[in-house]
C-alpha cells in the first residue's frame, strides 16, 4: 500500500485528481467503505441525550484512520441538527496498528464493520411527532490506494413521551461499543520518562484483578509526538509490568509535559479479556541521573524534621541529647548511631515490602500503610499513649520513647532505636520538597536503586542526630538538665496529640459513622486503662495495686481494640451495605415519583443518637435489604446535621421539629407513609407491605 502523506503536505492539484478520481471510482463500482446512521433507541425524549454512531463497513482489506491517522485522514463528521441540539465529538475506539502487504506499519484506524459513537442532546422541549438527525461524513479509504469517501447520513426518529426502549438491533452492539472504549482503569498505573527523542512507558498492575500478560501492547500517540511507523520494543518491568520504548519526533519541542493517547493489549487489560484500550494521560518526566535523584532523596529526609509529622518525634530525641548533656563522648555517639538505625532499618523495611508487594502487582507509593485504617487506628493509639506518658498521667518506663531516665542504662539504646523506627513511621505521612522525585523514582526503579534511594532519605532524615554523634561536643551547646525539662516533656505531649487529631481525621474517612463513632470511644478506653495504671502504680499505691493495674491495662486495651477497631469500609456513596443513599431534595423526590418508583427518605443527623439505631436495627436486617434490592427501593437521605432550612421547612409540613422522621412514598399515593420514631425491621417492612 502506497500511504497519503499529510494533508499539510499535499499539493491543492493532486487533492482534486483524488477527488475527481474518487467520483470516478464510485461512478463505477460500489464505494469499498460505506456509511449509514443508527442511534441506541428507538425515540427521542426532550432533554434526554441519545447515542448515535455513525456506521462504517469497510469490504475486505479496506481501512479508515483514527483521530491521529499516522498517515491519512481522520473520519468527520458535520452536523446538520434541528435548533437546540448539540453533538458531542467522536467516542473513539481502541485503534488498530495497520500495515501493508509487506508488513510496513502505514498508520492507526479501522477495518471491518465499525460503530464510531457520539452524544446527541435534544433541547428541554421536542415539538412533532419525530425529529431528523442529519451529517455529513467525510473518511479516507484505503487498501493498495487511497481514496477520500463520505456520505451524507441521516436517521428519523419518534419523539416520545416516556422513556425510549433500546433498539433490539443496535441498542445492544452500540452498548458494548460504549463498555469497550479505551478510559483508565485503578487496575493500572501508567507512567512516562523521556531522555531526548526516547520515552520509556511503563504500565504496572495495580491489583489482583489484572491480568498478569496483557498480550502485546501498542502506544497511540494523540498528539502526532511519537513516531508511528517504527516497533515499540516491549521489556518487563518491575513489578510485573512492561516498558515499551517509543520514539518521539524529532521536532518535539523539549518543554513538552504530558504525553496523551491510547495503550492497547492484545488480551484485554482487565482479567476477563475486556478493555482493549488505556488512556494515557501522564506526566512526561525527564530521565534524572541517580546521583542527582540520590542527591534530592537527602535533602527530602532532611526537611522532614521540620515537618509537623516528625516535629514531635525530634522534640524527644532532643530532650533525649540535653539528658545526656555532659556525660561520655562515647555513649552520646552510641546513642546518636543506635537512633540512626532504628531509621535505617525501618527504611530499609519499608523499601523490602515495597519491592515485594510490587512484584506481586500491588499498586503503592509513599505512605501506602496508612491507606490500611487498622494501622492508622493502631498508629493512633500508640501516640496516644505516649501523649499521656508524656503528660505525666502515667509511668510505663521512659527509656521506651528515648526520653527522661538514665540513657545510660541498659535500655537506652533499645529507646534510641524505637526512638528512629517511631520517626520513620510517623514521617511517612509528610512529604517534603525535593522527596517527591526521589520518591517517584524509588517506586519505579529496579530493587537495588529503590533501596538506595530510600538509604539516602533515611540517612537525611537522621542527619541532625549524625551530627551530635559525630561531633559530641556540640551537646554542650544544649541547656543542662534542670526542673525545666519536666515542663518541656510535657510541652512536648501537645504535638503529639496533634498527630493523634491528624490520624483521627485520615480515620473518618476510612470508616463508617458507626465504626468511627466506636472508634474515639474506644480512644476514650484506653485513656482510661492507662488512668488506672497510672495511679494503681503510683509510689502510695498500695502493695497489690501494681499487678491490678496490669491487669486493668490488658483488659482495658483488649475492649477498646474489640470496641474500635476499623470494619469494612462501605463503597463511596453508601452508608450501610447494599443500601446506596442520594441526597434528599424536593426535586428528586418528583423525578423518583415521576419514573413510578417506591422511596424511602431517612432525615436524620448524626447527632441524633435514635437516628443511628434505627438504621443499625433496620438496614442491620438482611430481609430489609433484599426487599430494598428486589424492588428497586429509592433511598434519599436527608441529613440534617448542619442548619438546612428545607430539611426544616419539610419537617414542619408534617407537623414535625425534630428528627428521626422516616417516610415511605408508595406509587400512585398523594401522601406518604409516616413511620414512628422508633422503628424494627417488621415496622418497615409492613409499611412498604400496605
Not at 455 to 478: C, E, H, K, M, Q
Not at 615 to 620: C, D, E, I
Request: net charge neutral; hydrophobic share 50%; charged share 15%.
Amino acid at each position: 500500500m502506497v500511504p497519503m502523506p499529510p494533508l499539510r503536505s499535499l499539493p491543492l492539484l493532486l487533492l482534486v485528481l483524488a477527488a475527481a478520481l474518487a467520483s470516478g471510482l464510485r461512478g463505477a463500482a460500489p464505494a469499498p467503505v460505506k456509511g449509514s446512521l443508527v442511534a441506541a433507541e428507538t425515540a427521542v425524549q426532550a432533554g434526554r441525550p441519545v447515542t448515535v454512531a455513525l456506521r462504517l463497513q469497510h469490504d475486505p482489506h479496506w481501512h479508515t484512520y483514527w483521530l491521529n491517522p499516522g498517515t491519512g485522514l481522520p473520519t468527520t463528521l458535520a452536523w446538520q441538527l434541528p435548533p437546540g441540539w448539540t453533538a458531542g465529538p467522536i467516542l473513539w475506539p481502541a485503534p488498530l496498528l495497520l500495515r501493508d502487504k509487506t508488513g510496513n506499519i502505514v498508520g492507526h484506524g479501522y477495518e471491518g464493520d465499525l460503530l464510531l459513537p457520539v452524544v446527541l442532546t435534544p433541547p428541554a422541549t421536542l415539538e412533532g411527532f419525530s425529529v431528523e438527525l442529519k451529517a455529513k461524513a467525510d473518511w479516507l479509504m484505503c487498501e493498495t490506494i487511497c481514496v477520500p469517501g463520505g456520505a451524507a447520513v441521516s436517521l428519523t426518529l419518534p419523539v416520545a413521551g416516556a422513556t425510549p426502549t433500546a433498539d433490539p438491533q443496535w441498542g445492544p452492539r452500540l452498548a458494548e461499543t460504549l463498555a469497550r472504549l479505551p478510559r483508565s482503569d485503578d487496575g493500572w498505573r501508567v507512567a512516562a520518562v523521556r531522555e531526548g527523542a526516547a520515552v520509556q512507558l511503563t504500565v504496572s498492575p495495580a491489583g489482583p484483578g489484572a491480568p498478569r500478560d496483557p498480550g502485546a501492547l501498542r502506544f497511540f500517540d494523540a498528539d502526532n509526538r511519537v513516531v508511528y511507523d517504527v516497533d515499540q520494543p516491549l521489556t518487563p518491568a518491575p513489578g510485573g509490568g512492561f516498558t515499551l520504548a517509543l520514539k518521539l519526533d524529532p521536532t518535539t519541542p523539549p518543554d513538552v509535559a504530558r504525553l496523551t493517547g491510547v495503550l492497547t493489549a492484545a488480551n484485554g487489560f482487565r482479567a476477563d479479556g475486556t478493555l482493549p484500550g488505556l488512556t494515557v494521560d501522564v506526566p512526561l518526566v525527564a530521565a534524572a541521573p541517580l546521583a542527582g535523584t540520590l542527591f534530592l532523596g537527602f535533602v527530602g529526609g532532611l526537611i522532614l524534621n521540620l515537618l509537623p509529622c516528625v516535629f514531635p518525634v525530634l522534640g524527644l530525641k532532643v530532650l533525649g541529647f540535653v539528658e545526656q548533656a555532659g556525660r561520655q563522648r562515647a555513649r552520646v555517639a552510641a546513642h546518636g548511631l543506635v537512633f540512626t538505625a532504628g531509621v535505617l532499618v525501618s527504611f530499609w523495611t519499608l523499601a523490602g515490602v515495597l519491592a515485594l508487594l510490587r512484584a506481586g502487582g500491588d499498586q503503592l507509593g509513599w505512605g501506602f500503610q496508612l491507606q490500611s485504617a487498622p494501622f492508622v487506628y493502631g498508629l493512633a493509639v500508640l501516640l496516644l499513649v505516649f501523649a499521656l506518658n508524656l503528660s505525666g498521667l502515667f509511668e510505663f518506663g521512659l527509656a521506651a520513647t528515648a526520653v527522661g531516665g538514665d540513657l545510660q542504662a541498659k535500655g537506652g539504646f533499645g529507646g534510641s532505636f524505637f526512638t528512629g523506627v517511631l520517626a520513620t513511621v510517623v514521617a511517612t505521612p509528610c512529604s517534603a520538597p525535593f522527596l517527591a522525585p526521589a520518591l517517584g523514582a524509588a517506586l519505579t526503579v529496579p530493587p537495588l536503586e529503590s533501596f538506595l534511594l530510600f538509604t539516602a532519605i533515611g540517612v537525611g532524615l537522621s542527619a541532625p542526630y549524625l551530627g551530635f554523634s559525630a561531633f559530641p561536643d556540640l551537646v554542650r551547646f544544649l541547656p543542662r538538665p534542670g526542673a525545666w525539662m519536666e515542663t518541656f516533656k510535657q510541652l512536648m505531649a501537645f504535638p503529639l496529640y496533634g498527630t493523634v487529631g491528624y490520624l483521627v481525621w485520615v480515620l473518618a474517612a476510612q470508616t463508617s459513622e458507626e465504626g468511627f463513632l466506636h472508634l474515639l470511644l474506644s480512644l476514650v478506653v484506653v485513656a482510661f486503662a492507662v488512668w488506672l495504671y497510672g495511679r494503681w502504680t503510683a509510689p502510695e499505691a498500695r502493695p497489690r495495686r501494681p499487678r491490678a493495674a496490669v491487669v486493668a491495662v490488658v483488659v482495658g486495651g483488649a475492649l477498646a481494640f474489640w470496641f474500635g477497631w476499623p470494619r469494612a469500609v462501605p463503597a463511596p456513596g453508601a452508608a450501610t451495605a447494599d443500601v446506596t443513599w442520594e441526597a434528599w431534595s424536593p426535586e428528586a423526590v418528583e423525578r423518583l415519583r415521576a419514573e413510578g418508583r417506591v422511596i424511602y427518605v431517612d432525615f436524620t443527623a448524626r447527632w441524633c443518637a435514635t437516628c443511628q439505631t434505627n438504621k443499625r436495627l433496620v438496614f442491620g436486617s438482611a430481609e430489609v435489604r433484599r426487599v430494598f434490592a428486589e424492588r428497586r427501593i429509592a433511598t434519599l437521605r436527608a441529613d440534617w446535621t448542619n442548619r438546612d432550612p428545607r430539611i426544616t421547612a419539610e419537617l414542619a409540613r408534617y407537623q414535625r421539629s425534630a428528627v428521626p422522621f422516616n417516610v415511605i412514598w408508595q406509587p400512585g399515593r398523594a401522601e406518604p407513609v409516616l413511620l414512628p420514631e422508633l422503628l424494627t425491621p417488621g415496622i418497615v417492612l409492613d409499611a412498604l407491605g400496605r
